[in-house]
């Protein structure tokens, strides 16, 4: 498995939280925004349906293969 840097976010990337709150949970990318500041918010929606939101700056998108 290899990663590549969270500035190629897009919608049903399947991605993994490496810093902040939710540090650890994995799930896919939907809802990317930029918001009035200039940072990246995404929506992320586990496998069990629950959703959070976290900063793209916070995620590794993971490549299976």
Excluded at 30 to 57: A, M
């Amino acid at each position: 498995m290899t990663t590549k840097t969270s500035n190629l976010l897009q919608d049903g990337d399947p991605c993994r939280v490496i810093s902040g709150t939710h540090k650890g949970k994995k799930g896919i990318v939907k809802d990317i925004n930029l918001s009035k500041s200039g940072h990246i918010t995404i929506t992320v929606v586990q496998q069990n349906g629950e959703r959070f939101k976290t900063l793209g700056r916070n995620v590794v998108v993971e490549q299976i293969g």
